[in-house]
């Protein structure tokens, strides 16, 4: 059974920072593209950042220069380094990755999610 488990969240003043944390545990082959998307209450989910395995990364325009995404391979973790936070940037982060398991079929994967608050 594969999972993914974030850490990180909390109550942050604006202009302030946090690092979110998200480790994939289970039968794992391999792990690919990871990333983190949000979603604040009354919207939908949006992509905030994604890595690939190589190490490539997109950001969301709305994030650009302010997060910073980067993953440990051994680890099996990603993590998502945000600063100059705005209130703007108030939900809950999921984060999501592409996982091959012992099956070796690709399915994506999504965690519980961490809530983050910006108070301005």
């Known amino acids: 059974q594969v999972q ?55 950001y969301a325009d709305s994030v650009k220069g302010r997060f910073t995404i980067s993953r440990d391979n ?6 998502l380094q945000m600063n100059s936070l705005k209130p703007e940037d108030t939900a809950v982060y999921y984060c999501n990755a592409n996982i091959v398991g012992r099956d070796y079929r690709g399915m994506d994967y999504w965690g519980k999610g961490t809530l983050v608050t910006v108070s301005s």
């Open 4 to 58: 993914l488990v974030e850490s990180g969240g909390g109550l942050v003043q604006a202009g302030g920072s946090l690092r979110l944390s998200c480790v994939a545990s289970g039968s794992i082959i391999s792990l690919n593209t990871m990333g983190w998307y949000r979603q604040a209450p009354g919207k939908q989910r949006e992509l905030v950042a994604t890595i690939t395995s190589g190490g490539r990364t997109n």
């Open 74 to 79: 051994a680890k099996k973790t990603v993590y």
